[in-house]
């Protein structure tokens, strides 16, 4: 070592020369240990030079009083050859272990360890050298003592309890408290803390309620510190009702009981009972509030009004709390929810003093608001960092869908050698769904399993979630068949379901759903309800969607705004609008996604009128629009009349103009599809080729479909050139100029456009319609005769095209291929799966209930008329959902009037 360094305040110098002369004071010492570089106190509290044989210190000596009993090859053989202790020398060694955790000097207090075992066993010494173990992290050290006692008290068992549970070793913990009760020591006010702490960490409410039994027979539950650590095991485990059982109950209340209870009720979001709360403890028992009060009270401010965090802000200033870093902390995330990025950069820049919470709470702010090069910023600015604060980077550029950025960062977390923790791999799995990219995803998957991670649970679902989200369902549902998901099972299923969902395998869903809830294997919770309510309106599956609904109803869930949403989009695209207005207007709140929702819904039912209405009520709520907003309110124009095209045209020049929404493709496509519809053929190609991007497929579909529909073919042949220069892949484009050509009885250039599709490899999607009985979908296809009831269900059919031929129908066969013979072409049309889902409808349902169709390609025209002439002969009305919207056939009328 090097002499001249100073050491401590004083800058006096250890001299080490002789090591040998330790052994002389501690000998046979069996813990390592170095004096070489001791953590001295600021002030000169001692000067030591071990270059002579003696100690000459000050007012204070810790290291020589480790010296002041003879060496022990002098003693007596007493007490197991343990030399006698003074009381002198225990205080020593009590003040040697207050300075060792004083000072976090690990050396000193290996110094201390070895000077107490040449003594006789002090239980006390002994408890004592066991907390000052623990208070410095040294928790295998502790152990070691602990399990060296030969008759430990209720204070050893005490602190291991509460070692291991602080060091996250909950297992453990328990061990040491059931060899406790096991030896019959009897637990203390102490001890209940210390093992109700760990039922907290492990949510074991059974151990926790026996606990509580016998905290009241040993009439321990007056003690207020036992009382608020049962109810926060209560709070914790969501028995809200117990908490304030409890609270009520309590004799003696302090800061930390009405801390509990208002962190419970936040818990529960009630968020106006924790204010009241709030109020109560100062009116009541007088307290003045703390931090941890006013970063609790600020979370329930996220979930009220706005102006109610901007008073708890200013009461913060009030009582002097503007510079605690927890407070400022939590005020950053409040304004991150409930105000601008000003108000968060006016609170950071203020503070003096940061740590890494407030760091991490500035990605969080940045990544929220959508400035995920700003969060990079902070990051790369931050003095120290930890998992979370790379995590919080991670979880950003998912949340604002940059799966491409968000998997680079996790490159650079694994090249930098940063824990990677389940939060961790959550994010990168979910940056592969983003990416929607089969190959990554394998990489990353392979990784995971590489490094032993699969087998966590919250890993296991999002592995399983990625698989589905990047069309890899063979390996999802090789995955869950083979997983045992006992702790995540619900979140399997509900991910599995998902899975089919989005990979358009809505029946597979549905029936994932139904086998769960015969099994109970899944807990119909928000996430589940809103995954089978999206299912449900995709199968326009009403009946089911409507006891979603009414389980949603009765589990509180309808304050969820994704459960709300989900049920109004639900009922909209199950031909019933008026119960998802009702559902609209009974949800306690409302966001951006519920008036879109409502919109879009209308829309469907080709309500423009009405969701202009909506439109109209959002402005004067004050309800900034969106994007998808507009492509909403635009397209809004199709279903109104042509007088108010020039409204249409005006909303979409306030975009830029008023709210600074720059138009983008799906905008363009909105305004061409209006154009289009009413007629103005020649100003939408003019719109298409002024365009200020470049224009993408869907707006020269947009504009061939408005062809179709006026059978323009001179523009629509221009349109078909783009668009199958842009989608040579896409065969719905090939069929939609085929069709443009047999409109007109262009035959020859119709049969060109399928043969290209032949020989390109290219197939139709098939038409398919399909009816929801008795809880089960039947698909039918185009002269199918697959289903079990098929020759009844033929049957119908004819019987009913004739009752519709005498009532006047005639049918079309202007788009059947014109080769075939004109029974043949009848033959053709008379079994569309459509006419067919209609008969088995009417053959399975009680009179004068409606009949309920969904058919996953735009309705054919001859299907149009003679689902009117249907409804004339039966008296029934139809519902049918296509790729257009929604159509209501009654007494020969179609909401549609026969323009779709």
């Known amino acids: 070592m090097d002499d001249s360094k100073p050491v401590g305040a004083g800058g006096y110098v250890w001299r080490l020369s002789n090591m040998a002369l330790l052994s002389v004071y501690f000998p046979q010492t069996p813990f390592p240990f170095c004096l070489s570089r001791p953590t001295l106190p600021s002030q000169s509290l001692y000067s030591l030079s071990l270059s002579k044989t003696s100690f000459s210190s000050s007012r204070s000596k810790p290291y020589a009083l480790l010296t002041s009993h003879p060496p022990l090859s002098n003693q007596p053989a007493l007490l197991s050859n343990f030399p006698s202790v003074s009381n002198d020398t225990v205080n020593d060694h009590y003040y040697l272990l207050d300075l060792s955790v004083r000072y976090d000097d690990v050396e000193l207090i290996k110094a201390v360890h070895a000077s107490i075992f040449k003594l006789a066993e002090d239980i006390h010494l002994a408890n004592a050298l066991i907390v000052a173990y623990l208070k410095l992290g040294m928790v295998p050290n502790a152990y070691k003592v602990f399990v060296g006692l030969s008759c430990p008290n209720v204070v050893s068992y005490t602190a291991m309890i509460s070692g291991f549970a602080k060091s996250n070793r909950e297992r453990q913990a328990m ?12 637990l203390n006010e102490f001890s209940f803390v210390a093992i109700l702490t760990v039922c907290i960490r492990l949510l074991d409410l059974e151990l926790g309620c026996q606990l509580h039994a016998i905290v009241i027979k040993m009439g321990f539950l007056n003690y207020t510190f036992v009382s608020n650590a049962l109810m926060g095991l209560y709070g914790k485990c969501g028995y809200l009702d117990s908490v304030l059982q409890l609270f009520d109950e309590m004799p003696h209340r302090d800061i930390a009981s009405w801390n509990t209870v208002i962190s419970s009720v936040v818990k529960e979001m009630m ?9 109560d403890m100062r009116r009541i028992d007088g307290f003045r509030i703390d931090h941890f009060t006013l970063s609790t009270i600020l979370v329930a401010a996220r979930g009220l009004a706005s102006m109610v965090g901007r008073e708890i802000h200013a009461h ?29 950069v006016a609170l950071f820049e203020k503070m003096r003093v940061r740590d890494v919470i407030t760091w991490t709470e500035m990605i969080t702010a940045y990544m929220e608001f959508g400035l995920t090069d700003l969060a990079l910023e902070v990051f790369d600015k931050m003095p120290a960092r930890n998992s979370i604060s790379y995590n919080a980077i991670l979880s950003g550029f998912c949340q604002n869908g940059e799966g491409s950025k968000a998997l680079a960062f996790f490159c650079r977390m694994v090249e930098e050698g940063v824990e990677l923790t389940d939060f961790t791999l959550t994010g990168v799995l979910n940056a592969c769904g983003l990416l929607m990219e089969a190959k990554i995803s394998k990489q990353i998957h392979g990784f995971i399993l590489k490094f032993g991670f699969g087998s966590n649970a919250c890993i296991e679902a999002a592995l399983l979630d990625m698989c589905t989200r990047c069309g890899r369902m063979a390996d999802a549902q090789k995955m869950f068949s083979q997983g045992s998901f006992s702790q995540s099972g619900s979140i399997i299923w509900t991910s599995m379901i998902c899975g089919y969902a989005r990979n358009a395998q809505p029946e597979e869903a549905i029936s994932l759903f139904c086998q769960s809830q015969l099994e109970g294997a899944m807990v119909v919770d928000k996430v589940a309800s809103t995954a089978v309510l999206g299912v449900c309106g995709t199968l326009a599956f009403h009946e089911m969607g409507k006891q979603i609904h009414c389980h949603a109803l009765k589990s509180g869930f309808l304050s969820d705004l994704g459960v709300g949403n989900s049920i109004i989009t639900m009922y909209s695209k199950c031909s019933n609008m008026d119960d998802a207005i009702k559902v609209f207007n009974v949800m306690p709140a409302h966001d951006i996604v519920s008036w879109n929702g409502l919109i879009a819904g209308h829309l469907l039912h080709r309500q423009g009128d009405e969701a202009l209405s909506v439109w109209s009520k959002m402005e004067k709520a004050g309800i900034k629009p969106d994007t998808v907003t507009f492509v909403l309110i635009i397209s809004a124009y199709r279903h109104t009349n042509s007088n108010l095209v020039d409204n249409c045209r ?51 579909r947009a504009l061939l479909d408005a062809c179709r529909i006026h059978s323009n073919t001179t523009i629509g042949k221009r349109a078909a050139k783009h668009l199958l220069a842009m989608k040579p892949l896409d065969p719905s484009t090939y069929i939609l100029v085929s069709n443009l050509y047999s409109a007109y009885g262009r035959w020859h250039c119709s049969d060109m456009v399928r043969e290209e599709m032949r020989v390109k490899g290219f197939r139709k999607h098939p038409g398919r319609s399909w009816i929801i009985h008795e809880n089960k979908v039947h698909s039918f296809y185009a002269r199918d005769k697959s289903h079990p009831q098929a020759k009844d269900i033929h049957s119908g059919l004819e019987l009913l095209i004739m009752e519709c031929l005498k009532a006047g129908y005639v049918p079309d066969t202007s788009f059947v291929l014109h080769e075939v013979e004109e029974h043949q072409k009848k033959d053709f049309l008379f079994y569309h799966s459509a006419k067919i889902a209609a008969t088995y409808g ?8 409606p009949i309920r169709i969904v058919k996953n390609i735009l309705l054919c025209g001859d299907c149009h008329t003679f689902l009117k002439y249907v409804s004339i002969v039966t008296g029934r009305e139809i519902f049918l959902r296509d790729a257009s919207g929604h159509h209501c056939f009654l007494n020969g009328q179609c909401s549609c009037k026969d323009y779709w």
């Not at 510079?323 to 950053?332: E, G, Q, R, Y």
């Open 175 to 186: 061990e040491i408290f059931f060899r406790m009760r096991s030896s019959g020591i009897e």
């Open 271 to 279: 968020y106006e009972r924790a204010f009241e709360l709030f109020r």
């Open 316 to 344: 913060v200033i009030k009582i002097g709390f503007e510079s605690n870093i927890s407070v400022i902390n939590a005020l950053i995330r409040f304004y991150t929810k409930c105000g601008s990025i000003k108000h968060v």
């Open 650 to 700: 005006r909303l979409f020049l306030s975009m830029k103009t008023i709210y600074h929404i720059d138009p983008t493709v799906e905008h363009y496509t909105s305004l061409v599809g209006v154009l289009g519809y009413w007629g103005l053929l020649e100003e939408a190609e003019e719109m298409i080729n002024k365009m200020p991007i470049e224009p993408e497929a869907s707006v020269w």
């Open 842 to 849: 009417l053959l399975m349902t009680r009179p004068g209930r």
